[in-house]
Antibody, heavy 117, light 107 residues
Framework: QLQLQESGPGLVKPSETLSLTCTVSGGSISSSSYYWGWIRQPPGKGLEWIGSIYYSGSTYYNPSLKSRVTISKDTSKNQFSLKLSSVTAADTAVYYC?????????WGQGTLVTVSS | EIVMTQSPATLSVSPGERATLSCRASQSVSSNLAWYQQKPGQAPRLLIYGASTRATGIPARFSGSGSGTEFTLTISSLQSEDFAVYYCQQYNNWPLTFGPGTKVDIK
């Protein structure tokens, strides 16, 4: 059974860079045809797609965040990562890592990241 | 960017009753539409993809229909575990976009 687990700091200061890692078990991120990505959800609000990385390494980002986002992968560790720069309080959210086949079929449990000094 | 809208925002239903949720896309997404269920404190769960195909393990009381810009999720007979927030999402175009959600609560 595929499992995804987010890890990283739960508190980030304004203007700094948010960094999260997703560790995948039960399957390889190098498997063809899957996208691996990040979605976030501010407290009490809806879901926002941040970006995805294809098994081949191609990346796709939400235009609203593109200037601040980098998604990368480490196939040797079966992990992929999110970096979001210049964060503000508006970036406070639960961050989910996920796999997309056609729809998003596997999700991590989510990790709350709070932006505050 | 394709904008997804959902109606109603909140749907109050009695257990055993039928629930019908609507989703609209600002332009055609063909059948590249998914529905997710989210309960408090949990990650979303995929219910439907391809507008009408149930994901693995999803009960038959959940059904999806539609294509193009108009979609419907129907829960034929609401069980206690079905009270949750439901999101539609298009994956026809980048960026992936979600609707704002419909909360199904107990009447």
């Amino acid at each position: 059974q595929l499992q995804l687990q987010e890890s990283g700091p739960g508190l980030v200061k304004p203007s700094e860079t948010l960094s999260l890692t997703c560790t995948v078990s039960g399957g390889s991120i190098s498997s063809s045809s899957y996208y691996w990505g990040w979605i976030r959800q501010p407290p009490g609000k809806g879901l926002e797609w941040i970006g995805s990385i294809y098994y081949s390494g191609s990346t796709y980002y939400n235009p609203s965040l593109k200037s601040r986002v980098t998604i990368s992968k480490d196939t040797s560790k079966n992990q992929f990562s999110l970096k979001l720069s210049s964060v503000t309080a508006a970036d406070t959210a639960v961050y989910y890592c996920a796999r997309r086949d056609r729809a998003i079929d596997y999700w991590g449990q989510g990790t709350l990241v709070t932006v505050s000094s | 960017e394709i904008v997804m809208t959902q109606s109603p925002a909140t749907l109050s239903v009695s257990p055993g009753e039928r629930a019908t949720l609507s989703c609209r896309a600002s332009q055609s997404v063909s059948s590249n539409l998914a529905w997710y269920q989210q309960k408090p404190g949990q990650a979303p769960r995929l219910l439907i993809y391809g507008a009408s195909t149930r994901a693995t393990g999803i009960p038959a009381r959940f059904s999806g229909s539609g294509s193009g810009t108009e979609f419907t999720l129907t829960i034929s007979s609401l069980q206690s575990e079905d009270f949750a927030v439901y999101y539609c999402q298009q994956y026809n175009n980048w960026p992936l976009t979600f609707g704002p959600g419909t909360k199904v609560d107990i009447k």
